[in-house]
C-alpha cells in the first residue's frame, strides 16, 4: 500500500486532494487467489500500453456525487493490465479543463477500486502536479464539510476565514451558480460558501439554478444552511439595515422555477413544510444579535417570495402588508423548500435594503437606494456570520445528539409514494446522488 504526504493541486484557482489506488505493477491491495476481483470487469489493455491523458483527461465517475477540478494539462500513464476506466455506463470524456471527478463514495472506492479508501491525511503520495506517472489516482474528495453559507445580494465572499479550495461542481440538476470556497475556521472546521447570484452577480433570481445549488452542497456533506438575502421591508418598524429572520414564508413565484428534486424522475415524494424554516438555526442566530449592536434583528416574521426581477408594484406591496407579512424577497423559494426536500437544517437572514413600494410618503424604491443600503448590510452579515459560527460549530460537529438537526435529517424517509420496484429506474439513479441511503443503484 502506498503511503506518503498530502498532495494538493492548484490550477487556475481550482484545487483539490488526490488520494486513490496505487497505479504501480505490484499492487498489495490486489484480491488473493480464489477471491472475487471487483476488477475484473474494466477494459483490459496490452501489457504495454500507456494511457497518457494530455489532450483528453478521462471523468472518472465512482459515485453520481461528482466534483469536476480544472486540471488541464495532468498526464497519466498507467503501467497496469487494466485501465481505471469506469464500465462503459460510467465513463466519459472531457475537454482540457472541463474536470476531473474527485467525489466518491467508501462503497464505491471499495467495489470499483478493489481496495480500501485510505483517508485523509496519509493516503496521497506528493508528486508534482505535471507528473506523467500519478502512483494515487484517482482524486477522493473526502473533506468533512457540514455548515453552508449561501451569500445573496451584497455578499459574495466570506472574510475572516482561511480560504482553502475552490471547487466547481457538478450534478445531475446541471451546475451552481459559481464555484463553492471551501474555507477554514480558527478551530480548524470547513465551510462551503456559494454566492446565490454568482461570484459577480450575473444570474437573475428566477435564472439561479436553485437545485444545482442545494445539490452540490449537499454532496459535499453540508447539514446546515445559513443562508443571507436582500430584502425589502413591509414593516415601519423594521428599518433598512435592519436583519429579519423569518419563520414563515408566502410563495408568490410564477412556476417558472424548478422548485423540486423529484420532478421528472418518475419518483413520487412530498416534503413535509409547514414550518420552512429552521426554528433552531434561527434562535442560534438570534443569540448572537449583539454582535451587530448598531440595527435591529428582528428574531420572527413572514416572508413573501416574489418572482422578480422588478420590484413590486404599490398595489402589491400593500396586499402583502396585508396578508400580515414582514419582507419581501425574490430567492427563498425554491432554496428553501429545496433544503428541506434534501434534508438540509435551513434558515435564513434577510437584509432589509428598503421599505419596498407601500410608502406613499416616499417614491418608489431606487436600484440605486437598494445598493447603497447593502454595503453596510454585507458587513454586519460578515461580522454577525463570524460571531456565531464558534456556536454553529458546537451544534453541528460536537453535540453528540445533533439535535440542530434532528428535525430535517431524516425526515424524507417516509416521503416516497411507491415501492421501489415501482419507481423509474433512472430516476432512483439520479435520486441516489442525493439519496444514497434511500436510492440505491
Known sequence: MVAGHPFHVAFDGIATHLGGRSSSGNDDDAPADGEPNPMAN???????????LADEITKYVYSKRTIYNNNAGIEENIDAG??????????ARTKPGNGLTVLSEDTEINEYLGAPRRSAPDAALAVSATSDNLDLWPPVWDQDVRIGVIGGTGLYSLDGLNVIETLAVETPWGQPSGPITIAETERGHKIAFLARHGPSHSVLPSEVNYRANIAALKALGVQAILAFSAVGSLREEISPGDFVLIDQIIDRTKGVRADSFFTGTGVTAHATFGEPVSAGLRALVARHAAAVPDIAVHTSGTGVCMEGPAFSTRAESNLYRAWGASVINMTCIPESKLAREAEITYAIVCMATDYDAWRESEEPVTVAEVMHTMKGNAANAKTLLLALLPDFEDAVYNDSAKALMRPEAG????????????????GRATLNFLFPQYFTV
Not at 425526515?411 to 420496484?421: D, L
Open 42 to 52: 474494466r477494459v483490459a489493455e496490452p501489457d504495454n500500453a500507456d494511457s497518457t
Open 82 to 91: 487494466y485501465t481505471y476506466s469506469e464500465l462503459d455506463n460510467y465513463r
Open 411 to 426: 425526515s424524507m424517509q417516509y416521503a416516497f409514494q411507491q415501492p421501489p420496484e415501482k419507481q423509474s429506474a433512472a
